[in-house]
C-alpha cells in the first residue's frame, strides 16, 4: 500500500475540463505567438507588453462604441508598441496587412 497521496486531478471532485478552444479563429492563435515571440526575442519586456496591453484595454472600455475583441485589442497593442518602439512603422503595418489579406484570398 502506498502512503502518497492520490492524483488531485484523477479524483472525482475535480472539475471537468473545458474542452472549449482557446481561440476563435486561426489569426488569433498566431496573434498570440507572434506577441509571445517578440517578448522572448527581447524586442520588448513583459512589462511593457503588460502595460500597453492594459492600456488598450482601458481606452476600449472608455468607449463604449468599441467593439472590437479582444485578439483585436491584443493586435492593437502589440502594433502600438512595435510603433513606439521604432521596430516596425505604420506603413510597414498596413503594407505587411495588405499582403496577408492578398494571400487569404488566393488560399480560397
Not at 497521496?5 to 492563435?29: G, I, K, M, N, Y
Not at 515571440?37 to 468607449?63: C, G, H, K, N, P
Not at 503595418?93 to 495588405?98: A, L
Request: with cysteine; proline share 6%; charged share 25%.
Amino acid at each position: 500500500m502506498s502512503s502518497s497521496s492520490p492524483d488531485p486531478l484523477s479524483t472525482p471532485e475535480s472539475p471537468e475540463v473545458d474542452h472549449e478552444p482557446v481561440f476563435q479563429a486561426p489569426w488569433e492563435a498566431k496573434a498570440f505567438a507572434i506577441v509571445n515571440q517578440l517578448a522572448a526575442a527581447q524586442e520588448y519586456s513583459w512589462a511593457e507588453w503588460t502595460e500597453q496591453f492594459v492600456a488598450e484595454i482601458s481606452a476600449a472600455e472608455a468607449d463604449s462604441a468599441d467593439g472590437r475583441t479582444y485578439y483585436e485589442r491584443w493586435v492593437d497593442a502589440c502594433e502600438k508598441l512595435l510603433i513606439t518602439k521604432g521596430i516596425l512603422d505604420t506603413q510597414s503595418i498596413d503594407q505587411r496587412i495588405q499582403e496577408l489579406l492578398i494571400e487569404q484570398e488566393h488560399q480560397h
